[in-house]
T-cell receptor, first 113, second 114 residues
Framework: DAGVTQSPTHLIKTRGQQVTLRCSPKSGHDTVSWYQQALGQGPQFIFQYYEEEERQRGNFPDRFSGHQFPNYSSELNVNALLLGDSALYLC????????????FGDGTRLSIL | GENVEQHPSTLSVQEGDSAVIKCTYSDSASNYFPWYKQELGKRPQLIIDIRSNVGEKKDQRIAVTLNKTAKHFSLHITETQPEDSAVYFCAASIQDTGFQKLVFGTGTRLLVSP
């Protein structure tokens, strides 16, 4: 049973560029959440997708956008990258209304030069 | 919005000792409190969770207690082992629409010395 998978593992970009990160949820899960984890900090909630719609959003600017596909996989897009966007981006999946906890992927390490 | 504070930021213990990590939350509507363990370069892994209708939960050497009145919850690890060394995060969430939005604490780096 495959868990949450994310790609790529590592990514290096320069300021002003755009990036797309990908996530495949655990089998049977229908909800995908994205978190940003800066070095030495706890993960911060970016947004959450269910039925291809953004359901909840954290305190992140519009440069951060996402998408969910019919197969429940999801993308996180970040435009006009800033040095402060350097972080580990974690995807977590869950099944709505199950009361079960979120399962995290290994994350994508994004470095902005 | 919800805010979660976590203490201490670092904790060093000897193998076999107990370790306690404490968290406080601000939103009284929060009703789900998971704890995650994150080893260097790896994903956060759920180690135990508790819901607001329960005051204590135990799983072998790990236990979590919740005080809703004071809005704080704690992780207790007994008989610590070197493999318990990692960063531990508490989190709080409101589950009212079937969705979880986890608000994390800043983490506690636990070091267990042999």
């Amino acid at each position: 049973d495959a868990g949450v998978t994310q790609s790529p593992t590592h990514l290096i970009k320069t300021r002003g560029q755009q990036v797309t990160l990908r996530c495949s949820p655990k089998s049977g899960h229908d909800t995908v959440s994205w978190y940003q984890q800066a070095l030495g900090q706890g993960p911060q909630f970016i947004f959450q997708y269910y039925e291809e719609e953004e359901r909840q959003r954290g305190n992140f600017p519009d440069r951060f956008s996402g998408h969910q596909f019919p197969n429940y996989s999801s993308e996180l897009n970040v435009n006009a990258l800033l040095l402060g966007d350097s972080a580990l981006y974690l995807c977590a999946s869950s099944l709505r209304d199950s009361g079960q906890p979120q399962h995290f992927g290994d994350g994508t390490r994004l470095s902005i030069l | 919005g919800e805010n979660v504070e976590q203490h201490p930021s670092t904790l060093s213990v000897q193998e076999g000792d107990s370790a306690v990590i404490k968290c406080t939350y601000s939103d009284s509507a929060s009703n789900y409190f998971p704890w995650y363990k994150q080893e260097l370069g790896k994903r956060p892994q759920l180690i135990i969770d508790i819901r607001s209708n329960v005051g204590e939960k135990k799983d072998q050497r790990i236990a979590v207690t919740l005080n809703k009145t004071a809005k704080h919850f704690s992780l207790h690890i007994t008989e610590t082992q070197p493999e318990d060394s990692a960063v531990y995060f508490c989190a709080a969430s409101i589950q009212d629409t079937g969705f979880q939005k986890l608000v994390f604490g800043t983490g506690t780096r636990l070091l267990v010395s042999p």
